[in-house]
């Protein structure tokens, strides 16, 4: 049955691909599932590390007089 996601066709060098046919194997899913598994894993720690940075920044600026009392805000 034919889908309608899109697709992306990616080279892996061989120890990377043998890697993931091994955790494939292992979890027993297709090498596709695997993969985009792995990829959205990837997005999430991306995502991850830029909402800690934002947070970062927000932190040094941060003025404990301005802040808002959890009554004010609820």
Do not use: Q
């Not at 990837?42 to 830029?50: G, K, N, R, S, T």
């Amino acid at each position: 049955m034919p889908t309608k996601n899109p697709r992306i066709n990616v080279v892996l060098e061989e120890p990377i691909y043998h890697n993931i046919e091994r955790l494939a194997k292992r979890d027993g899913v297709s090498l596709s599932l695997k993969v985009r598994d792995l990829v959205r894993e990837a997005l999430e720690i991306e995502e991850d590390i830029v909402l800690s940075h934002f947070a970062e920044k927000r932190e040094k600026t941060f003025e404990k007089k301005k802040s808002l009392k959890h009554d004010e805000v609820w």
